[in-house]
């Protein structure tokens, strides 16, 4: 993909569009963890900086570089749109965290969006992982899963939780979803994204079905 522009160093924040698995485990409340590009956990109340994490094996021919590079697709990423994030259809459960970013420093332009140098949420909400990313629905997390030391907000429909290729599920906790929306907020000190900011996501055509040989998440039916 082209990189239509460098900035080398912009003053002014540019606001993108991100997503993030959730944790709950460390005492100053929930964390952001990447998704798919991206090496560190985002810590709450400081900038994430960005570096690269590419695999030496993948590299070998390049020299060490500071992040974003022109030459790499490492970099804090943030879309134009929700639109503009992909929707594959996942072996592993979505991210629930759905937020706008706000992206400085050294920032390369490219088709969907940047990657900066630094960056920080700037405003957050928890959405149903399976309504956001694989099927329609109402969106409006009721319950909260864990899995592997991650957190999936769930709706009505998708409430009796997520079944992995190989048989493992998700499994309910106690946590309610507007509590842990509310420590999310509190923890990093950013305001709610308005709810019809994401309506789109849920409106969203379902996720085609991969071929059979390919590994996908699974809804399990709820009961009662």
């Known amino acids: 993909m082209a990189e239509p522009g460098i900035i080398e160093r912009s003053v002014e924040p540019i606001t993108g569009w991100r997503v993030w698995d959730l944790s709950d485990s460390a005492p100053g409340g929930p964390l952001l963890h990447p ?3 991206g090496v560190d956990i985002w810590p709450p109340g400081r ?8 695999s030496p094996l993948l590299t070998w021919s390049r020299r060490p570089h500071d992040a974003p590079d022109p030459a790499c697709r490492c970099g804090i990423h943030g879309a134009r749109s929700l639109e503009e994030i992909e929707r594959p259809r996942p072996a592993y459960p979505p991210p629930t965290v759905v937020g706008s970013v706000s992206l400085w420093g050294r920032v390369i ?4 969006g940047w990657r900066a140098a630094f ?3 700037s405003r957050l909400r928890l959405v149903c992982a399976m309504c956001a990313w694989f099927e329609p629905g109402p969106g409006t997390p009721v319950t909260v899963h864990a899995f592997s030391r991650h957190l999936y907000a769930l709706c009505r429909l998708h409430r009796g939780g997520i079944q992995l290729p190989d048989g493992r599920r998700s499994a309910r906790t106690e946590l309610e979803p507007g509590a842990l929306q509310a420590r999310l907020l509190n923890a990093y000190g950013v305001d709610l994204l308005p709810l019809e900011r994401v309506q789109v996501l849920y409106r969203s055509p379902r ?3 991969p071929p059979p040989y390919v590994p996908t998440i699974g809804v399990v039916p709820p009961e009662g």
Request: some cysteine; charged content about 30%; proline content about 14%.
């Open 47 to 54: 900038p994430v900086e960005a570096r690269c994490g590419a």
């Open 119 to 121: 960056g920080y949420p």
């Open 35 to 37: 998704v798919g590009s």
């Open 109 to 112: 332009e490219h088709e969907r």
């Open 207 to 209: 996720t085609p079905d």
